[in-house]
């Protein structure tokens, strides 16, 4: 399982990631620029001593990015508001990449128009969104409980 962060610009919700990531085996990749410096303490009090047992792989950009999940020959599944199919009637597999967009921007329609797959969790119409930690737990749990 994989997952991939674009932008990211919240240290403590990448550190809180990456700690899920880690605890559950999943591999993550940060596609940057990121909004803070890896050494941000926020970002280290988040990840705790977790983010030395999480395999992290950093691309300098969503080109690079892209790049390489299409040599992996991996399918691209964003998670974004924007989508109208949900993650609860999709179809995990190995072949897939989970994408998380920023939390202040989310991401670009070049992004957007790139996924392979566009996924929403439903939600309460008048609310905007949960935090990006909460979702990508809530997204890894279903992916990894239909993989087995």
């Known amino acids: 399982m ?15 990631i990456l700690r899920t990531c880690a605890c559950l085996g999943v591999e993550a990749h940060i596609i940057e620029p990121a909004g803070f410096p890896v050494s941000d303490r926020a970002f280290r009090r988040a990840g705790l001593d977790y983010l030395d047992k ?33 993650y609860l009637d999709h179809r995990f597999a190995d ?11 989310g991401v670009p329609d070049s992004v957007h128009n790139a996924a392979d797959t566009r996924l929403t969790i439903p939600m309460r119409r008048e609310l905007r969104s949960l935090n990006i930690a909460v979702s990508a737990a809530m997204v890894i749990g279903e992916a990894l409980r239909q993989a087995g």
């Open 54 to 86: 999480v395999s992290i792989t950093r691309h300098t950009s969503f080109a690079a990015f892209d790049t390489w999940r299409r040599d992996e020959k991996l399918h691209l599944v964003l998670l974004t508001t924007a989508a109208t199919h949900s």
């Open 2 to 16: 994989r997952i991939a962060l674009y932008e990211p610009d919240i240290p403590q919700n990448t550190g809180t």
């Open 95 to 105: 072949d897939q990449i989970l994408l998380f967009g920023g939390e202040s921007a």
